[in-house]
């Protein structure tokens, strides 16, 4: 897709003439981070730098992803 944003899309495996059902990808310019496990507790957090995309996976029941970033006090910070 163009443009940065939250999509709907269908993919094809390569090779298939079949089509997955339709998926939420969400397309950035940022730069992406993805976690280091462990960071299951806030010690072991995985450490970004705003603005970014954060790339997570729950690998199991339970499973907590921890990451941790510099703020400014009064200054809005947006999660999405």
Not at 6 to 33: A, M, W
Not at 50 to 69: A, M, S, T
């Amino acid at each position: 897709p163009d443009g940065a944003g939250v999509r709907t899309v269908t993919f094809s495996p390569d090779g298939s003439e079949s089509r997955t059902n339709p998926v939420p990808v969400v397309v950035t310019d940022l730069p992406t981070v993805r976690e280091t496990e462990p960071n299951d507790t806030p010690k072991q957090a995985t450490r970004i730098s705003p603005p970014c995309g954060v790339n997570g996976r729950i690998g199991q029941k339970r499973d907590l992803d921890h990451f941790v970033f510099a703020a400014t006090k009064g200054k809005p910070v947006r999660l999405e």
